[in-house]
């Protein structure tokens, strides 16, 4: 049988690509063009000039920081309760079978299916009925509604792809579960749980809906950027924050496709 790896995409096929990549990105390169433009007050195509003064300027905002710790801060904590809860129900659901099983994995993963103004709604309806004040925890808690699925997804999909014969070897010669956990588990769904948790943070750290419901007065990077782009003042500010925002959600997804893009193979099924 013919190979078909070794023939060239129609011309027509490789035209369509670079105009939908175009179409994906161009926008994402106005954003790094306008970052060095000399014009303050609006957006002039072509820029008048280039410069790199907003890069000074921008360091010097502390609003900028304030917003970036924030950001920051928010994103790594709810990155851990995701990974540990996304974690312990992954392995609940992949590795035990008990009545409701499916429906419990419908439930974790429903809240990135949902559109993210019903969560934020429903999150800030729950804070009220609680009587709970807008605070940091409840960005937080916001924010690890979603975070839970990714790293969920992304360890479920790895149980799933180790062999369960592994555990059992391992409990054969002695091994008790920690130490199970520990030394077969782990090191099989470390780089699945390391790229979850990339992917859990860029979400995070970019998420805006969510954090509009639960933030009160508190303002993230992007919730930041959405006031300046209202009130403008030193408009190439924010697209220096946009730029940053785009390598910190960039690098971590890169990275996760670098980690996970050979996890197809099953661990321990031998030859």
Sequence with gaps: MRSDRGQSAPLGLKIAAACGLLFLHLPILLIFVYAFTTEEKSFVWPPPGLTTQWFAVTWNRPDVWEALSLSVRVAAISTAIALVLGTLCAAAVSRTRFFGRETISLLVILPIALPGIITGIALRSAFALADIPFSFWTIVLGHATFCVVVVYNNAVARFRRTSGSMIEAS?????????TFRHVVLPNIATALLAGGMLAFALSFD???????TAGQQQTVPIWMLEELIR???RPVTNVVAMVVVLVTLLPILFAYYLTRDGDQIAGSGK
């Excluded at 409990?171 to 130490?179: E, H, K, R, T, V």
């Excluded at 998420?207 to 419901?213: R, Y």
């Design 207 to 213: 998420e805006v809906i969510v954090t509009t419901f």
């Design 232 to 234: 403008p003042r030193q």
């Design 171 to 179: 409990m054969d010669l002695g091994a008790d579960g920690f130490q």
